[in-house]
């Protein structure tokens, strides 16, 4: 009956104002933290933004800084400068001149508009004869005795008033057989557009020369071991009239100038491979040559010293 009574005590129990208090209190205050954990304008919510956003920033930028030596754009790689040019000093004595820079130009368009006739990534077709080319004398492109006799004459069309001199092809026969070879003459008239005269140790290369006339395709070169280019004043030549030629360029020359009165004078070229100023102006001074891929090549101190190779260091790029 005691347990009985207590028990009933137990459940008729009310507490009193002191006792709810507390419990009041606790439950205003979990209520309070939910509130501010949840609510959408939270403080540490938005520091936790700001240093994600900084965190980004810094990743931006470090990713905006300039890429390592060596690395290009792609967009850079894709526009060119349609023309380039290195500058050397060309000596007199068997030391030739070193360039200051040599910076390279692979303009399509350009190398289309200079180039002429045999345009770089064209096949020709035609046929190939042969002729004794003798000691390499270098025939209409006024070259010289030469060692080399993986030579060959280009038919008139194609030599198109020495545009053709100092070219290297690659010459193919239908059988698959290649040479190459320099351009160093020109065939006589007979010879139809396409038609190459090689010469006897360059024809060997591609069929027996007793077949005297084979069906080949060939198209033009950027050659990797070139040398270096000379430059020539033609016998005769003086302040007063002066013609000079180009020897040794890895790829067709599309012209040539002489400083002259502060700016350059382009020279025209003869059907015997010289850039003639007939009046003198700028002869004994720079020169600047430029190939058919638009890069220019400037030299200055070629003395006037005629039918003198003298030589530049310096060479077109290869394409």
């Keep these: 009956m005691k347990e009985t009574r207590q028990g009933t005590r137990r459940r008729g129990h009310r507490p009193g104002p002191r006792s709810v208090a507390p419990v009041a209190l606790v439950a205003a205050g979990a209520l309070i933290c939910l509130v501010v954990a949840f609510r959408p304008g ?5 520091g936790h ?8 920033s810094r990743g931006t930028a470090a990713a905006g800084q300039a890429s390592p030596a060596g690395s290009t754009s792609p967009s850079a790689s894709r526009s060119p ?4 040019s290195a500058t050397a000093t060309a000596r007199p004595s068997t030391a030739p001149a070193r360039p200051s820079a040599s910076p390279t130009s692979r303009t399509t368009a350009t190398a289309a508009s200079l180039a002429g ?8 077709r035609g046929v190939a004869t042969t002729y004794d080319a003798g000691t390499g004398d270098g025939g209409s492109c006024s070259y010289g005795p030469s060692d ?3 030579t060959a004459a280009m038919n008139h069309t194609d030599y198109e008033t020495s545009k053709a001199c100092g070219a290297y092809v690659l010459v193919r ?3 698959g057989a290649t040479v190459t070879v320099r351009i160093t003459n020109e065939c006589p008239t007979g010879c139809a557009p396409g038609q190459l005269d090689l010469s006897a140790q360059a024809f060997a290369r591609l069929a027996n020369p007793a077949a005297g006339r084979i069906p080949v395709t060939w198209k033009l070169l950027s050659p990797a071991g070139s040398g270096t280019i000379a430059v020539r004043y033609k016998t005769g030549s003086s302040r007063y009239w002066c013609a000079l030629q180009v020897i040794g360029h890895r790829n067709p020359v599309a012209g040539l100038e002489l400083r002259s009165g502060g700016g350059w004078r382009q020279l025209p070229r003869t059907d015997y491979n010289y850039f003639l100023a007939e009046d003198g102006g700028g002869c ?3 020169i600047r040559i430029t190939d058919i891929y638009g890069e220019r090549l400037t030299v200055d101190g070629i003395a006037l010293r005629p039918d003198a190779v003298q ?5 077109f790029a290869r394409h």
């Design 42 to 46: 939270d403080r540490s919510d938005a």
């Design 49 to 56: 933004t700001a240093a994600t956003a900084a965190a980004g």
């Design 81 to 84: 400068s349609p023309v380039v």
């Design 117 to 124: 006739r045999i345009r770089p990534g064209t096949d020709h």
């Design 148 to 150: 080399d006799l993986m």
């Design 173 to 175: 026969a239908a059988g």
């Design 284 to 286: 004994g001074g720079a």
């Design 311 to 315: 030589s530049t260091r310096l060479q």
